[in-house]
């Protein structure tokens, strides 16, 4: 069995959940763990899952944002986008975004980009600064997009806190640069909260506001 848990986005400037993002998870031995491959489940099925979400959460009354991971494979689905298009009219007017996890072709963000956009769906670069999400990797996709998300967990997990600040430094002035939503991720205490307040990065999500839980 699958199931979306939630974890609430944060406005630091009205401290209001504007959002969630959804985080597949799998029944294993009377636990919830990682799948193994995201692709295990079409998203055809996790759409029909993000639907009921959708209703447990309310957001549709709040029109809050839903926030969907794809990775390649799943982004070069032929029937991908149309299960997005369908799934963001079903649930309307909760708003949805969809985050890449890795870094498309260019012809593919284009692509992408326009058919989302006729729909009022964001498109949004997940975990820049690593992984496939390297400056160099996504610099020609970033006019495409509408938000970066920075994740401060995958440096700590790397034993890189300490080039925290640096990287901060940098993708907050790239998304000042290309007019870019930013949203940072793994704040779990005051002080990450005060090194985003330094980088004027209002918009969060971590183990400080709350831990993904199913709904």
């Given amino acids: 069995m699958y199931r979306f848990f939630v974890q609430p986005q944060i406005n630091q400037d009205d401290h209001k959940v504007f959002g969630y993002e959804v985080l597949l998870r799998k029944q294993q031995d009377q636990s919830w763990v990682l799948p193994q491959h995201f692709t295990d489940i079409s998203v055809s099925d996790q759409a029909a899952l993000l639907e009921q979400t959708v209703t447990a959460l309310h957001t549709a009354t709040n029109q809050q944002v839903l926030a969907f991971n794809l990775n390649n494979q799943q982004l070069r689905d032929p029937f ?5 298009i369908a799934l963001k009219k079903r649930i309307s007017p909760a708003a949805l975004t ?33 992984g496939s ?31 925290i600040p640096e ?42 506001y709350g831990k993904p839980s199913l709904v």
């Avoid at 991908?80 to 997005?84: E, I, K, N, S």
């Avoid at 020609?140 to 440096?155: C, G, R, S, T, W």
């Fill in 98 to 130: 969809i985050e890449l996890t890795e870094a498309p072709t260019l012809p593919e963000v284009q692509l992408f980009s326009l058919a989302l956009h006729q729909h009022d769906i964001k498109l949004v670069l997940d975990d820049v600064g690593t």
């Fill in 80 to 84: 991908t986008l149309g299960t997005v």
């Fill in 167 to 208: 990287s901060l430094a940098f993708w907050s002035k790239i998304a000042k640069h290309y007019r870019l939503q930013m949203v940072l991720e793994g704040v779990e205490d005051a002080k990450d909260q005060a090194l985003a307040k330094q980088f004027g990065i209002s918009l969060h999500q971590g183990y400080l």
């Fill in 133 to 163: 999400n390297t400056y160099d990797n996504i610099q020609h996709l970033l006019p495409y997009v509408d938000e970066i998300k920075f994740a401060m967990q995958n440096l700590r997990m790397e034993n890189r806190a300490a080039d």
